[in-house]
């Protein structure tokens, strides 16, 4: 069962430009007085596009042995082939990860039918030693994975839910209604995480919860006491910052606000760009009214 919420982390970077162990394991530690239920390495805000599958392994190392026991480390391990996809998986699973997390694969977006990605991830997962999660990021792949799909695949019993970051309301309902009893939907859209558990998903995977990972995981407790409008309000007001480190400025304004708030942030690899000044103080000033600074 994957319940609560987990922030896709950001990957730290020497000044080198090689994975930095030491800072990765140092935001770790920080994170792991906040509430969250694991987290998420390798995700699309953890740059995995511009990850080799060595860097990712080593990463999923640093995390596992850095969270507690408890916590679970869920791995992105998606490639454009499904061999690749299978064998990332593997590796991932002996680096310590429980859960992988494939995104749909997507170069050939035409061509990649619902039969295609039925069969792609009905692959990876006979193949895969621990249970994957379907991952539907349109923003990023330009291709949608629709309900109807996502409940055929469902039938796998190695598949256990959904990664969801479409951010549509709707399609998270159907998810919800068509998919079978116990397989975990999980909003990846930090507007419409509050929405999505009040219409049946059973946590978020956040870029917000890099930098607001208490206010997160309360929203997430407060929904499961009941207590809509405390949690309402504390949605609403973060908000802006979460817009600020996906839709407006992305991974590098991701890290630019975890190195205001004293974590590693730093640089994203290239051929991402830094954050500017001027959006640095954007968002220091979204930081302060969200009061997280």
């Not at 064998?87 to 170069?107: D, K, Y």
Request: one cysteine or more; hydrophobic letters at 45%.
């Amino acid at each position: 069962m994957i319940r609560g919420v987990f922030p896709p982390i950001a990957t730290p970077y020497t000044g080198q430009g090689a994975l930095d162990t030491a800072a990765l394991a140092d935001n770790i530690a920080r994170w792991e007085s906040t509430g969250l239920s694991g987290y998420v390495v390798a995700g699309s805000n953890g740059e995995s596009a511009l990850l080799e599958d060595d860097e990712v392994t080593r990463a999923v190392e640093v995390v596992r042995r850095a969270a507690a026991p408890e916590r679970q480390v869920i791995a992105g391990v998606g490639r454009q082939s499904t061999r690749a996809t299978i064998e990332l998986s593997r590796a991932a699973a002996g680096a310590g990860a429980q859960i992988a997390l494939v995104m749909t694969p997507s170069f050939f977006a035409v061509e990649t039918t619902p039969e295609a990605l039925y069969r792609h991830y009905c692959a990876v997962a006979d193949a895969s030693p621990i249970p994957v999660l379907v991952y539907n990021v349109p923003k990023f792949t330009h291709l949608n994975i629709d309900a109807a799909t996502v409940a055929r695949i469902a039938g796998h019993g190695n598949i256990v839910g959904i990664k969801d970051s479409a951010g549509d309301i709707a399609q998270i309902c159907d998810l919800v209604r068509q998919c079978r009893s116990g397989f975990d939907v999980l909003i990846g859209n930090g507007p419409a995480f509050l929405p999505g558990l009040l219409m049946g998903a059973v946590g978020g995977v956040l870029a917000v919860a890099n930098v607001a990972p208490r206010q997160c995981v309360r929203v997430y407790d407060l929904v499961q006491s009941g207590r809509l409008a405390e949690a309402r309000e504390i949605h609403l007001r973060t908000i802006p910052i979460g817009k600020a480190v996906t839709s407006r400025w992305g991974v590098p304004g991701l890290k630019a606000a975890l190195d205001l708030l004293g974590y590693h942030g730093g640089e994203p690899r290239a051929p991402l760009l830094p954050a500017s000044d001027a959006v640095r103080a954007e968002i220091r000033a979204l930081l302060v009214q969200a009061e997280l600074l």
